[in-house]
């Protein structure tokens, strides 16, 4: 059965390394990070070689993680883990991965899907030894995630034989073995996603890449029903990598789908866990800090909107489509590339040009703008208006060129800016 977590893995062989010792418990009193916690059931309890403690997840139908910082470089031989509590409530899947310097890998061997509810124990051999500093356990359970302890067997490596932090061993370029150049999904505890590596973003982990998150609108759909498959015709920024308009599109792209599997009604993004995403997202991949870009349409601009005024120091820039927000003067300093259709009921491309005239006028430095509203001459609200927007090829170029904290400045010339600077945009379905 294909898993959205397995698709991240590519098979190569692993580097092998000198190791000293006998191998112990490296997990043991490790600091750790957990994707949420239950009362006084912290994720600090899955390490601290007590079973009769335990880390629970409160979150439902989100997956559970927890991400060990093992303090040091190990060859990681086996693991151990104890699940559940009384005499069921163990994990149905389980799955321990590893950072390969480019992303979250996982383990080889330790991988269990259809685990009964009463096998709590789980000895793990890894069918190949693995190199690294950081690992994380997942469960895709959508409740009852409750481990009483993770212990993870190793070695220390060598400092002359330890690979670097990018995981490499020194004088290699073992590339990484993440899906690139592939649209799969990925679970998380936030939300689900759409994945897309450029094709070379293996080659190199001294690289890094603009990271785009672009988010649906409150109806819109990206994976399949059960998470597991990018859907062949998905909304938004994704249907341009589906579709090939992007061909191998030199950035990051995230495309998180809103609703937990089995559920069906809208769904608004929550600013909350998508800012935890996002630092997620940023520690787990080769991401240009400087070159992180937020997007979406409909409900998904408005929160891209709304980003950009709360958190806008934080992103390169902010494209809504087919959306509004009420403008305040934290958008004044982010650079903001709006489109909207002509013809759209909901949220006219007029909103725009308000928002525009608002950030320009109403908020220091007066007369200077760092937005453009571009119309879609005819479009409603949809694909009319949204596919064409993510379809222009400006736009990339403006995702790979902008940068934070250096404003693309407009001041004259039409309500959107001069336009010059980028190759001509589509203005007709």
Same mark, same amino acid.
């Given at each position: 059965?294909?898993?959205?977590?397995?698709?991240?893995?590519?098979?190569?062989?692993?580097?092998?390394?000198?190791?000293?010792?006998?191998?112990?418990?490296?997990?043991?009193?490790?600091?750790?990070?957990?994707?949420?916690?239950?009362?006084?059931?912290?994720?600090?309890?899955?390490?601290?070689?007590?079973?009769?403690?335990?880390?629970?997840?409160?979150?439902?139908?989100?997956?559970?993680?927890?991400?060990?910082?093992?303090?040091?470089?190990?060859?990681?031989?086996?693991?151990?883990?104890?699940?559940?509590?009384? $005499?069921?409530?163990?994990?149905?899947?389980?799955?321990?991965?590893?950072?390969?310097?480019?992303?979250?890998?996982?383990?080889?061997?330790?991988?269990?899907?259809?685990?009964?509810? $009463?096998?709590?124990?789980?000895?793990?051999?890894?069918?190949?030894?693995?190199?690294?500093?950081?690992?994380?356990?997942?469960?895709?359970?959508?409740?009852?995630?409750?481990?009483?302890?993770?212990?993870?067997?190793?070695?220390?490596?060598?400092?002359?034989?330890?690979?670097?932090?990018?995981?490499?061993?020194?004088?290699?370029?073992?590339?990484?073995?993440?899906?690139?150049?592939?649209?799969?999904?990925?679970?998380?505890?936030?939300?689900?996603?759409? =994945?897309?590596?450029?094709?070379?973003?293996?080659?190199?982990? $001294?690289?890094?890449?603009?990271?785009?998150?672009?988010?649906?609108?409150?109806?819109?759909?990206?994976?399949?029903?059960?998470?597991?498959?990018?859907?062949?015709?998905?909304?938004?920024?994704?249907?341009?990598?589906?579709?090939?308009?992007?061909?191998?599109?030199?950035?990051?792209?995230?495309?998180?789908?809103?609703?937990?599997?089995? =559920?069906?009604?809208?769904?608004?993004?929550?600013?909350?866990?998508?800012?935890?995403?996002?630092?997620?997202?940023?520690?787990?991949?080769?991401?240009?800090?400087?070159?992180?870009?937020?997007?979406?349409?409909?409900?998904?601009?408005?929160?891209?909107?709304?980003?950009?005024?709360?958190?806008?120091?934080?992103?390169?820039?902010?494209?809504?489509?087919?959306?509004?927000?009420?403008?305040?003067?934290?958008?004044?300093?982010?650079?903001?590339?709006?489109?909207?259709?002509?013809?759209?009921?909901?949220?006219?491309?007029?909103?725009?040009?308000?928002?525009?005239?608002?950030?320009?006028?109403?908020?220091?430095? !007066?007369?200077?703008?760092?937005?453009?509203?571009?119309?879609?001459?005819?479009?409603?609200?949809?694909?009319?208006?949204?596919?064409?927007?993510?379809?222009?090829?400006?736009?990339?170029?403006?995702?790979?060129?902008?940068?934070?904290?250096?404003?693309?400045?407009?001041?004259?010339?039409?309500?959107?800016?001069?336009?010059?600077?980028?190759?001509? !945009?589509?203005?007709?379905?």
């Amino acid at each position: 059965m294909h898993l959205g977590l397995v698709s991240l893995l590519v098979l190569m062989p692993l580097v092998p390394v000198a190791v000293t010792g006998q191998a112990t418990n490296v997990a043991l009193g490790r600091p750790v990070v957990a994707s949420d916690a239950y009362l006084e059931h912290v994720g600090e309890h899955a390490v601290d070689g007590d079973e009769t403690t335990r880390w629970e997840n409160r979150a439902r139908h989100r997956i559970a993680q927890l991400e060990i910082d093992l303090g040091g470089t190990f060859a990681l031989e086996r693991a151990e883990v104890l699940i559940g509590i009384g $005499s069921g409530f163990a994990h149905e899947f389980v799955q321990l991965q590893y950072h390969d310097g480019f992303c979250w890998v996982p383990i080889p061997g330790a991988t269990v899907s259809g685990n009964p509810a $009463s096998q709590q124990f789980l000895d793990l051999p890894f069918s190949e030894t693995v190199t690294a500093s950081r690992i994380r356990y997942h469960s895709l359970d959508d409740q009852n995630n409750l481990l009483r302890e993770l212990r993870v067997f190793g070695t220390p490596v060598p400092v002359q034989a330890r690979s670097d932090a990018s995981g490499h061993s020194p004088g290699t370029s073992t590339p990484g073995r993440c899906a690139a150049g592939e649209h799969v999904a990925v679970r998380t505890p936030w939300y689900d996603y759409a =994945q897309h590596l450029p094709s070379q973003y293996n080659d190199d982990p $001294s690289r890094r890449w603009p990271l785009v998150f672009a988010m649906h609108g409150i109806g819109g759909n990206i994976l399949t029903g059960d998470h597991l498959g990018v859907l062949s015709n998905p909304e938004g920024l994704p249907r341009q990598i589906a579709n090939g308009t992007l061909g191998d599109f030199p950035a990051i792209v995230v495309s998180p789908h809103c609703r937990a599997v089995g =559920q069906t009604s809208n769904c608004w993004f929550d600013e909350e866990r998508v800012l935890a995403m996002l630092d997620d997202l940023q520690a787990s991949f080769l991401v240009d800090i400087d070159r992180v870009f937020v997007t979406g349409l409909s409900g998904g601009g408005i929160r891209s909107y709304q980003l950009g005024i709360n958190h806008g120091p934080r992103f390169a820039g902010v494209v809504p489509v087919a959306s509004n927000v009420t403008p305040a003067c934290g958008l004044k300093e982010t650079n903001v590339w709006a489109f909207g259709g002509t013809a759209d009921p909901s949220f006219p491309a007029s909103v725009n040009h308000f928002i525009l005239r608002f950030l320009r006028d109403d908020c220091e430095p !007066i007369g200077v703008s760092y937005m453009q509203a571009t119309d879609i001459e005819g479009g409603t609200h949809s694909g009319s208006t949204w596919d064409v927007a993510y379809a222009t090829p400006a736009l990339h170029t403006w995702f790979l060129e902008t940068v934070r904290h250096h404003p693309v400045v407009f001041t004259d010339g039409f309500e959107g800016g001069d336009l010059s600077a980028w190759s001509e !945009i589509a203005s007709t379905r």
